[in-house]
């Protein structure tokens, strides 16, 4: 263990201010969320009542961004960890390439892409108006977080030896991908499951432009009643989605640490 | 690590199929056409960020702002990285969670955060009026997107300076100390080179990520307009879709390029940063 350090005073003034200009709009919003009134403040007493306003008025977008962010994950489990595999296992030229091509989704702002497709597809109104528009933005956008997780867990040294164990010993690939390799990487894979889980709840660049009146998620509701609705119900509504985003983000941090625990950094 | 003999290719071809099928048909092929788009108005179109002063202006607002942050937000978040990694007291891992807690938030909370802070019924306007200056209000100029930017930004830095502060030669620093270097010396001789790779993939981040950025300056409504609110302006208001791609492109080109060149300056090593 080493030995604090000294740090000198204006540094420790300066974090102390940047930590209240971070955490002081959380805490300002959390309350006008919970205060009957909020020009009047705490001494107007706490209530509910937003929450249940919100919960009458939003309730839907709530849902729907779970739904959504569910969907995500299972679509992402599906196509992404085998891609992952096989990008961390494959040598070629091309393989690279296309590990470059996934990123540019994260690279280029969300509302070019979110422009693409409805130039491409928009003329399918079916699809359009549709929560899988939606879905499939967030998926194009989640799908390089969750391989560059699991292909760099993939690529740990002792997981070649044990498919190689695996694999004299006489299993076919279906088991050793499913006995051996998955529980390995098992902790990668719910981490990123997490991640993409957070990032599809709150994207808002690209849904903003995908979704139509009947399609909306959270992030689409709160810009609604930012605009719209008074003060409270917006901080309500904030309280809401901090209420969702927390647990993940809990798990997402646990997760973290076991990795860590387990195979080092 | 070489050996793949039990992976043959036509297997990964196989893994990796899926998720290349699904990522051509719903971003390359998409992104080709938006390509293509503006070339139906003539080559013209793909420079019309240059030729139109207004797109022009929106564009080296968002660059200066966006440069503003970066520097900004590398400045302080090197600083107070610094700190916390050296600091030892109650409840800091519970701080450092909680800053980087914004990480996840859209960017219209953020949009929201600022105008409860300097908008007309903000914080700072009840402060100022029992102060007897008047209601001052911030949230819905430059000032409350720098602020609404530096917001989102911050947590990123702080989270990547903390870690790497961590990592960092203290007997470096101690001996540069003991030697009689000054506190000027220590920052630009130690701290800058150590934390140099941090600030390169932190700032190329931040850099990109503010000139994408939307839901904050859509929710201020700001009177200075960046680049993204006026492709969705094109976009939505004026149907101006060959002009809205154009704009996209160069955008999207911009902060491609960032990322791409700090990863390339970065070199192997500090890939998995």
């Known amino acids: 263990m080493k030995t604090p350090r000294q740090v000198s005073l204006p540094l420790v003034l300066l ?7 971070m955490l002081a709009p959380i805490t300002l919003s959390v309350l006008a ?8 403040g705490l001494k107007s007493g706490l209530t509910l009542r937003w929450l249940s306003e919100v919960w009458e008025l939003y309730g839907g977008t709530v849902a729907a961004s779970l739904l959504l962010a569910l969907l995500c994950v299972l679509g992402n489990l599906l196509i992404g960890i085998p891609c992952a595999y096989a990008l961390a296992r494959s040598r070629s030229r091309m393989a690279r390439v296309f590990e470059e091509l ?21 003329q ?15 998926m194009v956008f989640t799908l390089p977080f969750m391989v560059r997780t699991v292909s760099s867990a993939f690529q740990r040294p002792e997981l070649y030896s044990l498919e190689e164990a695996a694999r004299t010993l006489g299993a076919g690939f279906a088991q050793r991908f499913m006995g051996v390799l998955l529980p390995a990487v098992l902790p990668a894979i719910v981490a990123g499951c997490l991640m993409v889980f957070t990032l599809s709840v709150g994207e808002f660049n690209l849904t903003w432009m995908l979704h139509t009146p009947l399609t909306r998620t959270l992030p689409v509701g709160l810009a609604d009643s930012y605009a719209s609705m008074r003060l409270e119900i917006g901080s309500a509504y904030t309280l809401v989605f901090l209420l969702v985003i927390l647990p993940v983000l809990w798990g997402l941090q646990a997760a973290g640490t076991l990795i860590e625990k387990h195979h080092g950094r | 690590m070489s050996s793949s003999t039990f992976a043959p290719p036509r297997l ?28 139906k108005l003539g080559w013209g179109t793909y420079c019309v960020v240059l030729t139109n002063t207004r797109y022009l202006q929106s564009l080296l607002q968002t660059l200066g702002l966006s440069l503003a942050v970066t520097l900004a937000t590398l400045v302080l978040g090197g600083l107070v990285g610094i700190t916390l990694a050296r600091s030892r007291f109650a409840g800091r891992k519970l701080l450092l969670s909680l800053l980087a807690l914004p990480l996840s938030f859209p960017g219209v909370i953020i949009g929201f955060f600022i105008i409860l802070l300097g908008g007309r019924q903000g914080v700072v306007a009840d402060l100022a009026d029992a102060l007897g200056l008047g209601r001052v209000t911030f949230a819905y100029g430059l000032a409350g997107l720098f602020l609404g930017y530096l917001y989102f930004s911050l947590p990123r830095a702080i989270v990547s300076y903390t870690a790497a502060a961590a990592a960092m030669d203290f007997p470096l620093e101690e001996a540069a100390r003991s030697l009689g270097a000054s506190r000027w010396r220590v920052v630009r001789d130690v701290w800058l080179p150590e934390l140099a790779p941090t600030t390169l993939a932190c700032g190329a981040i931040v850099f990109a990520t503010a000139m994408g950025a939307f839901g904050t300056a859509f929710t201020l ?10 492709i969705y302006n094109e976009f939505t208001n ?22 791409f060149l700090s990863r390339r300056a970065a070199g192997p090593a500090a890939a998995g940063a």
């Open chain 1, 33 to 40: 969320g919970l205060v009957n009134n909020y020009s009047a």
């Open chain 1, 102 to 122: 996934l990123t540019l989704p994260v690279a280029v702002p969300g509302l070019a892409t979110a422009l693409a497709l409805i130039l491409a597809y928009g």
């Open chain 1, 15 to 21: 974090t102390a201010l940047v930590a209240v200009f």
């Open chain 2, 12 to 39: 990964l071809l196989a893994c990796a199929a899926p998720a290349a099928a699904f990522f051509a048909a719903f971003w390359l092929l998409p992104a080709v056409q938006l390509l293509a788009l503006p070339g």
């Open chain 1, 124 to 138: 399918i109104s079916g699809f359009r108006q549709s929560y899988a528009f939606v879905l499939v933005g967030h």
């Open chain 2, 238 to 259: 004026y149907a101006n879709f060959a002009l809205a791609a154009s704009l996209s492109i160069t955008l999207g080109l911009i902060t491609w390029l960032v990322l």
């Open chain 2, 221 to 230: 409504a700001s009177k200075f307009e960046v680049l993204p609110i006026t």
